[in-house]
């Protein structure tokens, strides 16, 4: 996620290129907006994924039980 985070920082961050001079413009509204869905969502994603490993888990036990009949 931490990736994903400096992906958003940096298309946030729209280079202008004008003659010797290289600035950074202000982020722009919509990659705000984007960066901020994204804080929301990464606990979810978390949530989730910590749930699907559970299931992985209960699936791998009742695999074993059915092999052991």
Known sequence: MRLLREVADLSAAS???SGDRLAIAQPTLLNLLIHAQAELIY?????????LELLYSELELLYSELVLL
């Open 15 to 17: 280079l202008l290129i």
């Open 43 to 51: 606990p979810e994603l978390e949530l989730f994924y910590s749930e």
